[in-house]
Protein backbone atom coordinates (compact mmCIF):
# COMPACT_ATOMS: atom_id res chain seq x y z
CA UNK A 1 0.00 0.00 0.00
CA UNK A 2 1.01 3.37 -1.47
CA UNK A 3 0.23 6.97 -1.04
CA UNK A 4 2.16 9.42 -2.99
CA UNK A 5 1.04 13.36 -2.44
CA UNK A 6 2.38 15.81 -5.02
CA UNK A 7 1.06 19.51 -6.39
CA UNK A 8 2.80 21.31 -3.90
CA UNK A 9 5.80 24.50 -5.16
CA UNK A 10 6.33 28.15 -4.35
CA UNK A 11 3.04 30.44 -4.75
CA UNK A 12 2.33 34.63 -4.19
CA UNK A 13 -0.11 34.90 -1.37
CA UNK A 14 -4.00 34.86 -2.93
CA UNK A 15 -2.76 32.17 -5.29
CA UNK A 16 -4.41 28.85 -5.78
CA UNK A 17 -2.80 25.42 -5.55
CA UNK A 18 -3.99 22.03 -6.34
CA UNK A 19 -2.22 18.62 -4.35
CA UNK A 20 -3.31 15.65 -5.18
CA UNK A 21 -2.76 12.11 -2.77
CA UNK A 22 -2.72 8.61 -5.25
CA UNK A 23 -3.40 5.82 -3.34
CA UNK A 24 -2.24 1.88 -4.57
CA UNK A 25 -2.66 -1.51 -3.39
CA UNK A 26 -6.16 -0.83 -1.60
CA UNK A 27 -9.24 1.10 -1.07
CA UNK A 28 -10.10 3.29 1.68
CA UNK A 29 -12.75 4.46 3.54
CA UNK A 30 -11.61 7.61 4.29
CA UNK A 31 -8.69 10.35 3.21
CA UNK A 32 -7.37 13.36 5.25
CA UNK A 33 -4.84 15.78 4.81
CA UNK A 34 -2.64 17.30 7.47
CA UNK A 35 0.12 19.83 7.39
CA UNK A 36 2.77 20.87 9.04
CA UNK A 37 4.64 24.02 9.69
CA UNK A 38 8.22 24.31 11.02
CA UNK A 39 8.21 24.21 14.71
CA UNK A 40 4.62 23.72 15.04
CA UNK A 41 2.56 20.20 15.38
CA UNK A 42 0.87 18.20 12.73
CA UNK A 43 -2.52 19.76 11.97
CA UNK A 44 -5.79 18.78 10.56
CA UNK A 45 -6.78 20.25 7.27
CA UNK A 46 -9.48 18.44 5.32
CA UNK A 47 -11.08 15.07 5.54
CA UNK A 48 -13.13 13.10 3.23
CA UNK A 49 -14.84 9.42 3.40
CA UNK A 50 -15.31 7.64 0.58
CA UNK A 51 -18.66 6.39 0.91
CA UNK A 52 -20.92 9.18 0.53
CA UNK A 53 -18.72 12.27 0.10
CA UNK A 54 -18.95 13.75 3.44
CA UNK A 55 -16.14 16.43 3.79
CA UNK A 56 -14.63 18.07 6.22
CA UNK A 57 -12.28 21.06 6.99
CA UNK A 58 -10.48 23.15 9.57
CA UNK A 59 -11.88 26.72 10.57
CA UNK A 60 -8.56 28.40 9.17
CA UNK A 61 -9.34 26.75 5.45
CA UNK A 62 -12.95 26.98 5.28
CA UNK A 63 -14.44 28.45 2.33
CA UNK A 64 -10.72 28.24 0.50
CA UNK A 65 -9.81 24.32 0.26
CA UNK A 66 -11.78 21.85 -1.06
CA UNK A 67 -11.15 17.94 -0.64
CA UNK A 68 -12.54 16.09 -3.03
CA UNK A 69 -12.28 12.11 -4.76
CA UNK A 70 -10.60 11.13 -7.83
CA UNK A 71 -13.18 9.41 -9.65
CA UNK A 72 -10.92 8.08 -11.99
CA UNK A 73 -8.86 5.86 -9.70
CA UNK A 74 -7.76 5.81 -5.68
CA UNK A 75 -7.13 9.08 -4.08
CA UNK A 76 -8.27 12.23 -3.46
CA UNK A 77 -7.23 16.03 -4.23
CA UNK A 78 -6.81 19.52 -2.18
CA UNK A 79 -7.59 22.62 -4.41
CA UNK A 80 -5.87 25.77 -2.14
CA UNK A 81 -7.57 28.78 -3.12
CA UNK A 82 -6.70 32.36 -1.49
CA UNK A 83 -3.31 30.80 -0.20
CA UNK A 84 -2.27 32.81 2.74
CA UNK A 85 1.37 32.93 3.98
CA UNK A 86 0.20 30.99 7.64
CA UNK A 87 -1.05 28.20 4.80
CA UNK A 88 2.88 27.39 4.00
CA UNK A 89 3.59 23.87 5.34
CA UNK A 90 4.54 20.52 4.55
CA UNK A 91 1.56 18.82 3.67
CA UNK A 92 0.73 14.89 4.27
CA UNK A 93 -2.15 12.89 2.82
CA UNK A 94 -3.45 10.12 5.09
CA UNK A 95 -5.71 7.60 4.65
CA UNK A 96 -7.53 4.79 7.24
CA UNK A 97 -9.19 1.66 6.17
CA UNK A 98 -12.16 2.07 7.31
CA UNK A 99 -14.77 4.75 7.16
CA UNK A 100 -13.84 7.24 9.53
CA UNK A 101 -15.97 8.03 12.43
CA UNK A 102 -16.90 11.87 13.09
CA UNK A 103 -15.54 11.65 16.53
CA UNK A 104 -12.07 10.72 15.19
CA UNK A 105 -11.77 12.17 11.85
CA UNK A 106 -9.67 14.99 13.03
CA UNK A 107 -7.23 12.97 14.74
CA UNK A 108 -3.94 11.69 13.17
CA UNK A 109 -3.95 8.85 15.38
CA UNK A 110 -6.98 7.15 13.62
CA UNK A 111 -5.04 6.96 10.22
CA UNK A 112 -3.87 4.02 8.88
CA UNK A 113 -1.26 4.98 5.97
CA UNK A 114 0.71 8.05 5.21
CA UNK A 115 2.66 9.44 2.18
CA UNK A 116 5.45 11.59 2.22
CA UNK A 117 4.46 15.29 2.55
CA UNK A 118 4.69 17.69 0.09
CA UNK A 119 5.87 21.30 0.29
CA UNK A 120 3.74 24.09 0.21
CA UNK A 121 5.31 28.12 0.50
CA UNK A 122 2.95 30.84 0.30
CA UNK A 123 5.19 34.11 -0.39
CA UNK A 124 3.45 37.39 1.00
Known amino acids: VQLQASGGGLVQAGGSLRLSCAASGRTFGGYAWFRQAPGKEREFVAA????????YYADSVKGRFTISKDNAGRGVFLQMNSLKPDDTAEYYC????????????????????WGPGTQVTVSS
Open 48 to 55: IRWSGGSV
Open 94 to 113: AAKTTRPILTAITDMNGYDY
